[in-house]
């Protein structure tokens, strides 16, 4: 059966993006702790499937194990047009760049690191990014050379993006012998 894959353009893609930061934005002022954004990097007009959903929601539970969160903790959708999403409150007792430090280790750990969006607040919302902590730059998942590089040239196209991701992916998939 195929599946229906519902395609986003530019400006709604942007709308949502908005409508992302300003959740951010309550749940610290709401919280008073640092949060973690977690969403997937996914080239193309069609930002989720069933395959996004499975992997997404695989990683989601290998982090919230790897911080010991519960996952009624946290809120998530991992069914939106626009692609999955989680915002997880995180303990005041770790600084939100030990926690940034952690999930970068946990990022390159991953065989699908180059497509996770581990994006951590702090209480105020100010962000901490790769840099704050001397991190290297994303690598592009096709070349490996710096990915913002790639983006903004727009070195590949779209179909070899899209390729590339479905393949990763699935073979993430298949590493946990989960049908795709």
């Given at each position: 059966m195929?599946e229906?894959?519902?395609?986003?353009?530019?400006?709604?893609?942007?709308?949502?993006?908005?409508?992302?930061?300003?959740k951010?934005?309550?749940?610290?002022?709401?919280?008073?702790?640092?949060?973690?954004?977690?969403?997937?990097?996914?080239?193309?007009?069609?930002k989720?499937?069933?395959l996004?959903?499975k992997?997404?929601?695989l990683?989601?539970?290998?982090?919230?194990?790897?911080?010991?969160?519960?996952?009624n903790?946290?809120?998530?959708?991992?069914?939106?047009?626009t692609?999955?999403?989680?915002?997880?409150?995180?303990?005041?007792?770790?600084?939100a760049?030990?926690?940034?430090?952690?999930?970068?280790?946990?990022?390159?750990?991953s065989?699908?690191?180059?497509?996770l969006d581990?994006?951590?607040?702090?209480?105020?919302?100010?962000?901490?990014?790769?840099?704050?902590?001397?991190?290297?730059?994303?690598?592009?998942?096709?070349?490996?050379?710096?990915a913002?590089?790639?983006?903004?040239?727009?070195k590949h196209?779209?179909?070899?993006?899209?390729?590339?991701?479905?393949?990763?992916l699935?073979?993430?998939?298949h590493?946990?012998?989960?049908p795709?």
């Open positions: 195929q229906k894959m519902q395609a986003i353009d530019l400006m709604t893609m942007l709308d949502e993006r908005e409508k992302r930061a300003e951010q934005r309550l749940l610290c002022a709401k919280t008073h702790s640092p949060l973690l954004f977690y969403s997937m990097n996914i080239p193309g007009p069609y989720n499937s069933a996004i959903e992997v997404f929601s990683e989601l539970h290998q982090i919230l194990m790897l911080l010991r969160i519960d996952i903790a946290i809120e998530y959708d991992a069914t939106l047009p692609g999955p999403v989680a915002y997880i409150p995180l303990d005041c007792a770790k600084s760049r030990a926690y940034k430090k952690e999930l970068l280790q946990f990022e390159e750990k065989p699908i690191g180059a497509w581990l994006d951590v607040k702090e209480k105020d919302g100010t962000a901490v990014g790769r840099d704050d902590l001397h991190f290297p730059p994303k690598k592009c998942f096709i070349c490996n050379k710096p913002k590089g790639c983006a903004r040239s727009r196209s779209v179909a070899e993006l899209t390729r590339a991701t479905t393949q990763a699935e073979n993430f998939l590493k946990f012998e989960y795709v």
